[in-house]
């Protein structure tokens, strides 16, 4: 069993910047492939970003390349989710994924056995 646990969601204003985390039970968070997503009220849960075992491999949804940056730290079995140029319509809880013993980046929520309880972003215009 996977345990995560999402912080750093808050209010903040258009174009400002914030750092979600996301902190993982195991002593295998190495083999783990991770993601971020987010749900908007009244709409499905979205791929935000995604990051591979390793940490070397990462994969973005259009929406938010270029702003968005996805990492890890194995050894803190934490990864991150760094948000510059924030927009409102990034306004949403974000959930973190977990996928044990894939090595590889996974962006359809399906692929994901593991969830976060989610964290809330709101973005003020």
């Known amino acids: 069993q996977v345990q995560l646990v999402e912080s750093g969601g808050g209010l903040v204003q258009t174009g400002g910047s914030l750092r979600l985390s996301c902190a993982a039970s195991?002593?295998?968070?190495?083999?783990?492939?991770m993601g971020w997503f987010r749900q908007a009220p009244g709409e499905e849960r979205k791929f935000v970003a995604a990051?591979?075992?390793?940490?070397?491999?990462?994969y973005y949804a259009d929406s938010v390349k270029g702003r968005f940056t996805i990492s890890r730290d194995n050894a803190k079995n934490t990864i991150h989710l760094q948000m510059n140029s924030l927009k409102p319509e990034d306004t949403a809880v974000y959930y973190c994924?977990?996928?044990?013993?894939?090595?590889?980046?996974?962006?359809?929520?399906?692929?994901?056995?593991?969830w976060g309880q989610g964290t809330q972003l709101t973005v003020s215009s």
């Open positions: 195991g002593r295998t968070f190495s083999s783990y492939a």
């Open positions: 990051i591979s075992a390793s940490g070397g491999k990462t």
């Open positions: 994924a977990a996928q044990p013993g894939f090595a590889g980046v996974l962006t359809r929520k399906e692929s994901y056995n593991y």
